[in-house]
DNA sequence: TGCTCATATGAATAACGGTTCATATGAATG
DNA sequence: CATTCATATGAACCGTTATTCATATGAGCA
C-alpha cells in the first residue's frame, strides 16, 4: 500500500510545518546547527542576521520543536531536536537537484 | 558520514521550495492527487476553492515541477509529477506526530 | 472556421510574516 | 543582593502572497 500515514493529516498543522521550513535564514540557522551546536551570538554571526532577529526566528523553530535550548554558564546552547530534519532537508535537495526530463 | 548531500546547498532555492508546501490550499490539492489525477474543475471542487484560485496555485506547484499536466480531450489533467513529494509529506506527518518527549 | 467550454491570466485588495529598533527579562557572578 | 551580560519580547514597518473578480486564451468539436 502506497498510502502509509497519510490517512489522518492536519492540513493546517502541515502547512504551519513547511511555512517554517520556507524560510531562508531559518533554513540556515538550521544548517548551522546541523554541524553542532551554538549559542544565539555565534549563530547570528554565522547567518550574518542582528541578535534580535535570529532569536526571533529561534522562537519560531523552538515553538516547532526543531531546536532545543539547554543553559551553559550565562548563555543559551541551541541544537536540533530532531533527526527528521536532516532527512527532510537531504530530500528536498534531492528534489531541487533534479531534472526536469 | 552524516552530511551527505548537505554541502552545496541554496538556501534561496530551498526556502521558495518549502514555502509552496506551506500553504493548506496547496497541501490540498497534492493530497487529492497523490490519490489520483484530476482534472482543474473536480480539483476545485474538492478543494473547495473558486476555480481561479485553484488555477492560480496549480500553475505554482507546477512551475516547481511538483504536479505534471497533460491534456485529456478537453480539460487539463494534473498529476503528482514526482515521488519525493509523498516522501517528504510522510516524513513531516512523521515529525508532527511526535510527542515533545 | 467559428463557437464553446475548460482553464489561464492580470490587476487589485487584504492578510500575513520578517526585520528593525527599543526595551524588558532574568540567570550568573562578584 | 546588585550588576551585568546574553537573550527574549513588543510594536511598527514594509515587502510578499493568497484570494477575488473580471477577462483573455485556445484547443476541441459542430
Known sequence: MKHTVMERWDPDAMADF??????????????????????VMHISERVGMSQSATSHQLAILRRAD????????????????????????????????????
Do not use: P, Q
Open 66 to 101: 526543531l531546536v532545543r535550548v539547554t543553559r551553559k554558564g550565562k548563555t543559551l546552547v541551541y541544537a536540533i531536536s530532531d533527526e527528521h530534519v536532516r532527512l527532510l532537508l537531504d530530500m528536498a535537495i534531492l528534489h531541487l537537484g533534479e531534472e526536469k526530463e
Open 18 to 39: 513547511f511555512k517554517i521550513l520556507g524560510d531562508k535564514t531559518r533554513l540556515r540557522i538550521l544548517m548551522e546547527l546541523l554541524s553542532g551546536s551554538l549559542c
